[in-house]
């Protein structure tokens, strides 16, 4: 399975937009690249995926490189309740998910 | 409410114990999934069914686990023999027919103390 690289932690002030970065150098065509986030004491939940587009929903941005080794999850206006660990998943007609260690996010008021 | 729901929340027993938890996955999600997930990690996948039938098996599933998926609905993790490693939380997660990459809804999970 192809493996994603992220910093273990950011910081960003309430209502500032944040940039979560990973890195998946080696990718192959057909992997989906998928975020979740967990919350404290939650589950993780679903944020947004994509192939080779960037894309948008209610709650984030996904921006991904044009050789795709990288792709960006862009919250526009951090909350206090944003503050979770973010995980960069890549997928293919695999229904297993393959968690590393995310980048933990940290929202000050 | 109608998502994954994880019975118990909580569950401390002795090592050498049997325990077994259940997971409710949502209505008509045929996709059902284990994870586990020790503290400072990211959850790791046990095993997957779909409907009644169990398709995949991680190696961390140890032949002390059991799950099973009897009607395709709920679902049953048993560790028997309970060792101080089973510590963990143990999340399930379910998603609808179609395509193998939809979204996976996660409950809110079994903690699991074994001392």
């Known amino acids: 399975d192809a493996k994603t690289t992220q910093p273990n932690s950011m910081e960003s002030n309430e209502e500032e937009p944040v940039h979560l970065p990973c890195n998946h150098s080696?990718?192959?065509?057909?992997?989906?690249i998928h975020w979740y986030r967990q919350l404290p004491s939650q589950g993780p939940e679903y944020v947004i995926h994509?192939?080779?587009s960037n894309v948008n929903n209610r709650m984030a941005s996904l921006a991904i490189a044009e050789d795709r080794k990288s792709s960006t999850l862009i919250l526009h206006r951090a909350t206090l309740r944003d503050a979770a660990v973010y995980y960069c998943?890549?997928?293919?007609?695999?229904?297993?998910?393959?968690f590393g260690t995310g980048t933990r996010l940290q929202v000050f008021p | 409410d109608t998502g994954v729901s994880q019975d118990p929340r909580h569950k401390i027993t002795k090592r050498g114990q049997n325990v077994t938890f259940r997971c409710d996955p949502i209505?008509?999600?045929?996709?059902l999934y284990w994870y586990r997930q020790t503290l400072g990690q990211g959850p790791e996948f046990l095993t997957y069914?779909?409907?009644?039938?169990?398709?995949?098996k991680s190696r961390l599933l140890s032949d002390r686990f059991s799950a099973e998926r009897p009607k395709g609905s709920f679902s049953t993790l048993e560790i028997q023999r309970t060792e101080q490693g089973d510590s963990a939380m143990y999340l399930c997660?379910?998603?609808?027919?179609?395509?193998?990459?939809?979204?996976?809804?996660f409950g809110p999970g079994t903690r699991l103390t074994v001392l």
């Open positions: 997660a379910s998603s609808p027919p179609g395509l193998a990459g939809n979204e996976q809804f």
């Open positions: 080696t990718i192959s065509g057909t992997d989906y």
């Open positions: 994509g192939l080779t």
């Open positions: 998943i890549l997928r293919w007609d695999t229904d297993k998910l393959i």
């Open positions: 209505s008509e999600h045929n996709r």
């Open positions: 069914f779909q409907n009644e039938a169990q398709l995949e």
